[in-house]
């Protein structure tokens, strides 16, 4: 069984690993489609972000679809050849923030491809998987590669829950890659009345029309594209963050009305913030980490058509081709979501 | 110019009123479309409801739309031949729950075709209607049809911003008349990823399918017909209570899950309900009347074809048939929403 | 070691039960002071209440404080001589209301003496007790008496949680037993300016007024007693419904301002509420069950002196008076707070 | 009639102002005392702060007391020879914002001393006083100088109402200047089961302990004095940033738990803050501004002996002595709060 690991910045590999077998509660998962997210860029690019940093090969990869098997002793409702959309969020159950209903911030998690403890988390590319039943959701009726995009679509439905009431309300959202494409699916979903979509390219904000923004600003092109949301101390009531790039908040900043909820999903360390003009407007700067129940709630809302990410997947590449997916899921002027295919 | 009012039970009349002419701040409108509505009804039928009794004849009718015939001085943004939506609701603006956010609850409120002050606060069908431009919403691209449903459309959404989070959520309707019918339009551009509803007759359920629930329980011919959803202490998030029924009510605790929020939007008097259950459950009963910043709301979401009650139209009738509109209006078994056309 | 066993209502007996010893995790305990409950009463005078029925004799009480005897394998933080306030709460921290932070609706909940499952949960009243650490709080600093507050105090605590804000805002309680006056010292604990609290009896209010209640009205004499808030709609933003009584709830709706939250603690069966009233204020009527966090923050606010019910602990008996104490807390007229002493 | 008037940086003036009479709805007030506040000082050191800059000569003050000397016709419930607090914030009462219960977001905000608008909004430092009825409060049984505390107060007030649920919870203040010290009074009055204090400087955390703070850490002579906190992801689950220093929140997001919420009180200009860390813990950051509702709670609060701020009031100075009352305040080795004493 082969399986894509980082061992340093742009030293990416196809090696062989061990197969698994499934122990009681487990399932032994052939892989269908693994999508590449921004942190397996960092590993590739940059060995790490911040202070994560490689200290050993890890297996890359936790946006994985596959088919069932060989379910393990005692799995119940998973039966060989289900397609399931697998979760790469194994919290412990027992810390005190699994208990308080907050599992992903569990003090033992163990999230797929995850440099952040040593021993790391190996992640999920790799042509076999051996996983908990309760991390695998049943997708009849998707395909792969939409199941796949069951991990990205739950961190945005989790954003937009962190955001409170989106019924009617007015949206911005600063960064148009897919995470931002599927905030704009979630937050339409949830009831935005308006959306708006900034970039600092052309190309996504292609992509978050195609998928309901109703405008979008090129803020490289048009440093002023907000102005007109700006009247009256600001038009938005809500704005999720997707950049992680300060310039990005702070532009936004005027456009959004007084007491105004900003979720935080962008990663970018440091941030210089006019926390003057914040403050003011009582702005409320939400962080927004990964997710917990809204997994299954992805499948199901995909399921039941609800939410249609498909136009974000551009491309698919065989695992023997997987460098050249991650090049291409870098490539913000061609690709939105780029997928491997491993079977 | 003629009016609908009703003088006692079932003594409905198309009687002349004088016309008016628009001050500073106001539009006169000829009104195109007015929705019947379960309070009309009640004053139709018996005269009233509750406490509210009628005391002096009254012109009925708050769902209204129609064209601008003439714009006051100082009137800005609404010109001749503009298709409105017109807000029943007429908070004071300077009472302390207008300052507070709460204009549904002011303490002068003027709500169209309400007989709760006396003199009583007259209606809004009448062939022709002033009312102030802050009351008028333009429907552009709507049909009035639709425009007059905005009312109590504007009713749910403002019933699903007080039931809290939706997204992803289990949702039960009970009672499917207009309200349930639109209550599960609401919860589902909300997010709501299983709807179900019940009602005691099978016709509204034919239209609560029509308008997206994705189960039906007629509770008159299975009682036990929630049964599916009471494993683990119940599975739904959220109830809109649309009936007024406390039987309803209570036989939908035990399929709500501990926590659950039950939106109150019936209006049925004293209800005998089951509360140690309710409390022990953790449940949270909240009422729900009319709307505030909802209007203009479901104006633009039906403008933006976000939400789409038009199946729920099912009859209209001329303004000289109107009492035909009220007995139709008042068979469940043929009608859901019935409009009277005024020109 | 003797227990205090109910048999059936009025078959109240001291028996023999075996002493046990602690396993890993676990911790035998020297029992000092038991509090009588209002559903210990239930039991003693009914067999039960609602559809909760006596089927098997039980040990009763839940609201205990001992000193550490024994610690067993593996406890740490707990010696010998410590005077720990014991949590009756025994959730099985694995289902999905346990994992979701709501553990007071586990599935699996063993919470001492209650008659809801059967075989029954075998309650406190017992000279000795083997418990697991996680329920034991050290309560240093306490009298044990005190200490045995602690979980009719986390009920309240937990309520006025429910109950959202209260810094600044009027409070309501309607029935002055120990409950409504441990409500009355966490809504003042959390900030309430103004505290009203109502019962149909005299007795109870002079310790209401003793805690902390700013007025108090007996509603028996004084049926009009809270018509000075009924202004505007109503004043108090907050009720705590401690009676179980519909009555009670009835008679504070108009003294309650549109958006008022009320949290139901009082178990009452089934209550004719005026729901109309009711929506249309869009009250929001809560459930309050139980605690979880709560218990120890119970205990860390006493040893702060931060909040302070001893002026409701009225009577102690010697476990041999056992039935006296019973028949004590039974009589309003005369106590609040009925205990029992163990040792 | 005399008035403290700020020229530019470090040119106070005591000049003669019109003395002016009261209108309908307005009371002509004889000033006792005055409470000089961080924004005052920052027009006596700099002549402003951030983008807000003096360009005309502009009577500083905005924490007031005094006596009513003749209320203007139609005023009710003022007499001459109440004890008043003044309320320094004027909205309009018309604006969307206004009407949405949020008037410190006033589009049209006059508030006293403010230099944001030209012509600027002038103060309330003078002899004399003629203000609208609804900005007083009969401060009936306090001193001048607690009631010119109310509007600090109710500014904290607001923070804890901001940061949501207090009781039993751990709070962390960074800035232990006279806001911050107030924010310990409101969130003990909230609740707060343990309340932690940090300064640069040793003597104001001498007042923050007699105000209430259990612990107290002088980050300037130990940076890891939060380490204690820091265990498990952080234990405190709300911080008051008082300080306006990027550096006092950097230094606490270690010891805050995820999901804790943090009131950004400090008004700091541009800020450089840890967002990676921020947003992995889902803090939840809010700005607060000013207050609303809070002012007359401030007076009540105090009233009723429930909050106490009066130990901060270290020094008072005669009108004649104001220069050195802006001195004594600036020293935050010598003062908390400067009061002057205009009678």
């Given at each position: 069984?082969?399986?894509?690991?980082?061992?340093?910045?742009?030293?990416?590999?196809?090696?062989?690993?061990?197969?698994?077998?499934?122990?009681?509660?487990?399932?032994?998962?052939?892989?269908?489609?693994?999508?590449?997210?921004?942190?397996?860029?960092?590993?590739?690019?940059?060995?790490?972000?911040?202070?994560?940093?490689?200290?050993?090969?890890?297996?890359?990869?936790?946006?994985?679809?596959?088919?069932?098997?060989?379910p393990g002793p005692g799995v119940e409702g998973l039966r060989e050849g289900d397609l399931v959309a697998i979760s790469p969020s194994r919290p412990c159950g027992g810390c005190r923030f699994c208990l308080a209903g907050m599992p992903n911030h569990c003090l033992n998690m163990r999230f797929y491809g995850s440099a952040m403890p040593f021993p790391h988390i190996q992640g999920a590319f790799r042509e076999e998987l051996v996983a908990d039943a309760a991390q695998c959701v049943r997708a009849d009726g998707l395909t792969p590669a939409l199941a796949a995009m069951a991990e990205?679509?739950?961190?945005?439905?989790?954003?937009?829950?962190?955001?409170?009431e989106l019924l009617g309300r007015r949206v911005l959202v600063t960064g148009s890659g897919p995470i931002g494409c599927l905030a704009i699916l979630a937050a339409r979903r949830a009831g935005a009345v308006e959306i708006v979509a900034t970039d600092i390219a052309a190309a996504p904000l292609v992509h978050a029309r195609a998928v309901g923004a109703d405008h979008t600003v090129d803020m490289a092109t048009a440093?002023?594209?907000?102005?007109?949301?700006?009247?009256?101390?600001?038009?938005?009531?809500?704005?999720?963050?997707?950049?992680?790039?300060?310039?990005?908040?702070?532009?936004?900043?005027?456009?959004?009305?007084?007491?105004?909820?900003?979720?935080?999903?962008?990663?970018?360390?440091?941030?210089?913030?006019?926390?003057?003009?914040?403050?003011?407007?009582?702005?409320?700067l939400r962080?927004?980490?990964?997710?917990?129940?809204?997994?299954?709630?992805?499948?199901?809302?995909?399921?039941?058509?609800l939410i249609d990410p498909s136009p974000l997947v551009t491309h698919t590449v065989p695992l023997a081709q997987a460098e050249r997916g991650f090049e291409l899921a870098s490539n913000r002027a061609v690709a939105m979501k780029a997928q491997i295919r491993f079977a």
């Open positions: 069984m082969r399986a894509i690991v980082i061992h340093a910045a742009h030293d990416l590999r196809i090696e062989p690993v061990p197969v698994g077998r499934p122990g009681p509660g487990e399932v032994r998962i052939r892989l269908a489609v693994g999508g590449i997210c921004g942190s397996d860029l960092h590993y590739y690019h940059h060995g790490g972000f911040g202070a994560v940093r490689l200290r050993e090969p890890m297996i890359l990869g936790h946006e994985v679809a596959g088919y069932v098997v060989e990205p679509l739950a961190v945005c439905l989790h954003a937009a829950r962190r955001a409170g440093p002023d594209g907000l102005a007109p949301w700006t009247a009256d101390k600001g038009m938005f009531d809500v704005l999720f963050e997707c950049s992680g790039a300060a310039a990005a908040l702070a532009a936004a900043v005027p456009a959004l009305r007084p007491g105004a909820v900003v979720v935080q999903l962008g990663l970018g360390g440091d941030m210089t913030l006019p926390m003057q003009a914040m403050t003011a407007k009582e702005l409320d962080g927004s980490l990964r997710f917990h129940e809204e997994f299954p709630i992805a499948v199901r809302l995909m399921q039941a058509g």
